[in-house]
């Protein structure tokens, strides 16, 4: 079982519409949870973090952390076609080493 | 500088050759860290410091990888007697605190390694 896990996609999603990308985690003891976004041939850029249980809004984005069910989420409002990227789920568990999912490719439509 | 900066941005090695990776921090960053990206994955972990200190490399594939940051600053990551399955992109990334979990980091713009 993968430390982090994504759907790999791609999730297609009309311009406009809400995307929701969802990321499981296998450590219990895991304390902050951060999204990057990452476009092809560029490096990853954060976008959110996330450190207790519950929603955290930002703009047309909001994370959602529930420990318990050992899940994390980044929901898109209003997705544009600039929003068309790989999206990367990242855990840390306390210590200095930042574990990353495999990434979810979104593609929004014009 | 405003953000991270690696260089070069693009290397060719043949195998068997020795190749150094630069990377030049957000300025007063305290934590900085190297990954490795495949193609199609996400960053997988290589090193850590806090200033000049490398306090965790765990995540460095072979002995043939070297790091280090010698003035808590700059950073070089080494690569000797390259091998194909090294080809990747290598990125940077600092952050301002000393402290792992509550981190945020910002990447440079990667080193895209390519071994013939």
């Known amino acids: 079982q993968k430390e982090v896990e994504q759907n790999s996609g791609p999730l297609s999603v009309p311009e406009g519409a809400i995307a929701s990308l969802n990321c499981t985690y296998s450590?219990?003891?895991?304390?902050?949870f951060f999204w990057y976004r990452q476009y092809s041939g560029k490096s990853p850029e954060l976008i959110m973090s996330?450190?207790?249980?519950g929603d955290k809004e930002d703009g047309r984005f909001t994370a959602q952390l529930n420990k318990a069910s050992q899940y994390v989420s980044l929901l898109i409002r209003d997705s544009q076609p600039s929003d068309s990227a790989t999206y990367l789920c990242?855990?840390?568990?306390?210590?200095?080493?930042?574990?990353f999912g495999a990434g979810t490719r979104l593609f929004v439509k014009a | 500088g405003a953000g991270v900066s690696q260089s070069p941005r693009y290397k060719v090695a043949k195998r068997g050759q020795d190749v150094a990776l630069r990377c030049d921090p957000i300025?007063?960053?305290?934590?900085l860290f190297w990954y490795q990206q495949a193609l199609g994955q996400g960053p997988e972990f290589l090193t850590y410091?806090?200033?000049?200190?490398?306090?965790?490399k765990s995540g460095l594939p072979s002995d043939r990888f070297f790091a280090e940051r010698p003035e808590g600053s700059v950073s070089t990551l080494k690569i000797q007697r390259t091998q194909q399955e090294d080809s990747a992109v290598y990125l940077c990334?600092?952050?301002?605190?000393?402290?792992?979990?509550?981190?945020?980091?910002?990447f440079g713009p990667g080193t895209r390694l390519t071994v013939l």
């Open positions: 450590d219990r003891v895991s304390q902050s």
């Open positions: 410091f806090q200033n000049e200190a490398q306090l965790d």
């Open positions: 990242a855990v840390n568990q306390g210590g200095f080493k930042t574990i």
């Open positions: 990334a600092s952050s301002l605190l000393s402290s792992g979990g509550y981190n945020e980091q910002f």
């Open positions: 996330i450190y207790s249980n």
């Open positions: 300025s007063g960053h305290v934590s």
